[in-house]
């Protein structure tokens, strides 16, 4: 039988982990099998600067933080291994960051995740990764719009070089004029 200090420090981790996940916008669960710990590290400190929290805890432990804030299904992710990435702020970035590690390292997988308030599964997860970031999207969204305005100023400045179809219709040549009647 567990002693009571054991049951407290438990307690303090679910309590931790579940007050991660309460409010944030997505969370990704990884198996970390193999990983190296120069990859590890550097996994960590990418997701740190980045503002996405890592957590390895025991499954049961994840499992409980999952069912205190409605995420039951996500216990079956729970096995193995397990890494849980939490991001608050932006959706995207924990999945973004993850993946580029599973693609570098074959070992370690995606299982699943949770996003908008739902658990969603490794294929969403991966579908997430690959959506370009806020800042991809509005950079492309301003390329799109400024390259539209740059044509259509160097459309006007050539009808402005070419002079002729600058001038007012007043002031174009005189009409030759009529010989007079005898």
Do not use: W
Not at 120 to 126: G, I, L, N, S, T
Not at 127 to 153: F, H, V
Not at 159 to 167: C, E, H, N, P, T
């Amino acid at each position: 039988m567990p002693s009571q200090k054991t049951i407290d420090s438990k307690k303090l981790i679910v309590d931790g982990l579940a007050e991660q996940m309460n409010g944030a916008i997505a969370g990704v669960v990884l198996d970390f099998t193999g990983i190296t710990v120069a990859d590890d590290t550097a996994m960590r400190k990418e997701l740190r600067e980045a503002g996405v929290h890592y957590r390895v805890a025991k499954n049961t432990l994840i499992g409980r933080a999952c069912d205190q804030l409605g995420y039951g299904d996500m216990k079956q992710y729970l096995e193995g291994n397990t890494g849980f990435a939490i991001s608050k702020d932006d959706p995207i970035t924990a999945a973004k960051i993850i993946k580029k590690y599973t693609d570098k390292i074959e070992s370690i997988d995606i299982k699943g995740g949770f996003y908008d308030g739902k658990v969603v599964d490794a294929e969403m997860v991966k579908q997430l990764a690959d959506t370009p970031s806020k800042e991809d999207s509005i950079g492309r969204l301003l390329g799109s719009l400024q390259s539209g305005l740059y044509n259509l100023a160097y459309a006007l400045q050539a009808i402005v070089d070419r002079g002729d179809m600058a001038k007012p219709a007043d002031e174009a040549a005189p009409a030759a004029e009529a010989p007079a009647a005898e």
